[in-house]
């Protein structure tokens, strides 16, 4: 399995965290965090660069929310300049993990995303007699970090590049406790949902 090394100047590149800023800022632009960062957005972006090219980037706090709709649960928005370097990131790594996902993963690639999802729903409710329908209950919280860690790490050798993907893994926010255990059962859905990952 080929690993991928040298990508983090790529990362912190200006121009890819130019990038990043106007995609994290999409259907966001005028909320008050996203106006603040544009305001010196120049000199918003070479802190950011500073920062991680000398490692002392930290997340920031997240901010957490309930919504009801389509049903209750909780959201969790990291800062706006966290969103920026996760974009960054993306922009990187994401080619490397693309051939890995399944067809019918719709989720955050480019290409894909709701509306496809939905036509392509259509079509299966329409040629077949079941529908599964069903969401994997608190996904991140739930499943082992050091396991989806250590197959990252399968791809990705750049020792700066892990540094950052580990400080956004570990500075993720304490969420609600996951009791998804059955009596007498040994819960076997971390290392399963993590096992498909990348």
């Known amino acids: 399995m080929k690993r991928h090394g040298n990508l983090f100047r790529q990362i912190i590149s200006f121009e890819n965290l130019w990038?990043?800023?106007?995609?994290?800022?999409?259907?966001?632009?005028f909320q008050e965090n996203v106006l603040r960062f544009n305001y010196n957005l120049e000199s918003e972006i070479f802190q950011l660069q500073a920062e991680l090219k000398s490692?002392?980037?930290?997340?920031?706090?997240?901010?957490?929310?309930?919504?009801?709709?389509?049903?209750?649960?909780?959201?969790?928005?990291?800062?706006?300049?966290?969103?920026?370097?996760?974009?960054?990131?993306?922009?990187?790594i994401g080619p490397i993990f693309e051939r890995?996902?399944?067809?019918?993963?719709?989720?955050?690639?480019?290409?894909?995303?709701?509306?496809?999802?939905?036509?392509?729903?259509?079509?299966?409710?329409?040629?077949?007699?079941?529908?599964?329908q069903c969401d994997i209950r608190k996904y991140f919280p739930t499943i082992d970090h050091e396991i989806l860690k250590s197959l990252i790490r399968r791809k990705i050798k750049c020792a700066d590049t892990l540094w950052l993907i580990d400080k956004l893994i570990d500075g993720s926010n304490e969420q609600e406790s996951v009791i998804q255990y059955f009596p007498g059962m040994i819960c076997l859905l971390p290392s399963n949902v993590a096992g498909v990952y990348p």
């Open 19 to 29: 990038l990043a800023s106007h995609q994290a800022q999409k259907g966001k632009r």
């Open 55 to 92: 490692k002392t980037y930290r997340p920031g706090g997240y901010k957490t929310f309930e919504i009801v709709e389509p049903k209750r649960r909780m959201i969790s928005a990291a800062p706006y300049r966290d969103r920026v370097v996760h974009h960054a990131l993306c922009h990187i």
């Open 100 to 132: 890995t996902f399944i067809l019918y993963s719709y989720a955050n690639r480019v290409g894909f995303g709701t509306h496809r999802a939905l036509r392509r729903f259509t079509k299966l409710a329409r040629s077949d007699r079941y529908v599964l």
